[in-house]
């Protein structure tokens, strides 16, 4: 990700000091499949959300205009009649396959890794320009970047029965390598675990406190984030004195 681009999506929200009255917080239902309940009451990251319109994310209009095609297609390739197989269509009928033999936890750890096995490509490299966003079939095919592999996570969590609702990706500042980055969230079971491409271990967000979440979307909104600050420490029943 670069820096421009961030400063880009950011600017709609810099009316900071409106944030007690603009902050929503999602409330959780409890149910059997907790791929279907809404998001638990939980900060990301740690942050208050500004809820927006996802009308300043051209590119990821892009992937939402194109991926169901392309998708349905990747589908079709796990016919023995599909005989026009596009390029990463089998990688992605062997991604549902591995994931689909595992659930929960399991399955989002299963996932991580299959995808991280693409090597990271700058899209320059790729694509010949300098922020390119590919769809699941693209990122099979090339490869790509951070938030390459986020799409294409999130599509097929999306395939294998996860609400949209239940996933951000989410465009962060990581505070240790100074560099912009895209992950995946998901909520489940009441958590929040985050999908990464440098690592193949699915942590829980508190685990990353290095990162700082700039703006986050899925296909229904786009949320800009706002650092809460920590509470005094305490000392036993006692507050720390000043």
Partial sequence: MRGDAVRRFQRPFTLISSFMILWSVVTCASGEDTRKETPEKVLLFNTLE???SLKALTKWARILSEAEEQIERLNACASDAEKDCPPGGASWVAL????G????YEQLKVLNAFVNKWPYRLDKDVHGMSDYWATPQEFLSLSGDCED???TKYFALRELGYDPGLMRIVVIRD???NISHATLAVYLDGRVYILDNISNAVFDQKRYTHYTPQY???ENNRWAHIPVKKPPEKLGE???SQ
């Fill in 50 to 52: 500004f809820k927006g």
């Fill in 96 to 99: 549902l396959r591995e994931c």
């Fill in 101 to 104: 033999r595992v659930t929960g």
């Fill in 149 to 151: 592999y986020c799409i």
């Fill in 175 to 177: 505070q240790i390598r």
């Fill in 216 to 218: 986050s979307f899925n």
């Fill in 238 to 240: 006692r507050e720390v």
